[in-house]
């Protein structure tokens, strides 16, 4: 072989080997971003979401024992009311944003979960309530008891639901944090093998 061949060999072989880490370098930070992206694209606005709807419940079971104890005049139950159908919908609203962050399927069942339970809950407050408004008022109390039931299991859901959340953004983390470092070790094996090619070639055409 002569020495301008073997001179094309090594560098070629070089060449290969440095558009082949390249790549790998490129795919591998395309991974990582992603994987990073996730939190912000995902999590962030997910749990957002999640808090709203979890405010508005709160609100909403707040209101509905003011709206018994404290709502004496029409005055005060037409403001109180207001006041539930506001809190209503931004729950409804919240669902609605957090439903165009579902990850997976996991995800879906816990969203479907929590919005069957609110649908539920509020339609076991509709009767409370009108008893309420037509100054039932003994007769409300005596429905809180299972409305309240209603309600410990809907924030339990949205606790469950914000932890999973919690969950997929911890291991989109650690999916980055490892393919980082796969990407770190890959890209070293590569251009040692390249190196000992070059090495090898360079002996071989020597002997």
Do not use: C, W
């Not at 962050?101 to 509709?126: C, G, H, P």
């Amino acid at each position: 072989m002569t020495v301008a061949k073997r001179f094309s060999l090594l560098v070629g072989f070089f060449a290969l080997g440095l558009v082949f880490v390249a790549g790998l370098g490129d795919y591998q930070t395309a991974r990582v971003y992603n994987s990073a992206s996730f939190g912000n694209d995902n999590t962030v606005p997910a749990l957002i979401a999640l808090d709203k709807v979890s405010a508005g419940v709160s609100q909403i079971r707040i209101g509905i024992y003011r709206h018994i104890f404290v709502g004496t005049d029409a005055n005060k139950i037409a403001v109180m009311d207001r006041h539930l159908e506001e809190a209503e919908n931004k729950v409804r609203a919240s669902l609605k944003e957090y439903e165009a962050t579902i990850a997976d399927s996991e995800d879906k069942r816990y969203f479907d979960n929590v919005s069957a339970l609110f649908k539920e809950y509020m339609a076991a407050a509709l009767p409370l309530l009108t008893s309420s408004r037509t100054d039932k008022k003994e007769e409300a109390v005596n429905l809180i008891a299972t409305l309240a039931e209603k309600g410990i299991k809907l924030e339990k859901a949205i606790a469950e639901h914000t932890e999973y959340n919690v969950k997929l953004g911890q291991k989109a983390f650690a999916d980055a944090r490892a393919i980082q470092s796969s990407a770190t070790t890959l890209v070293v094996i590569v251009s040692a093998v390249t190196l000992v090619l070059v090495i090898g070639l360079s002996l071989l055409g020597a002997a």
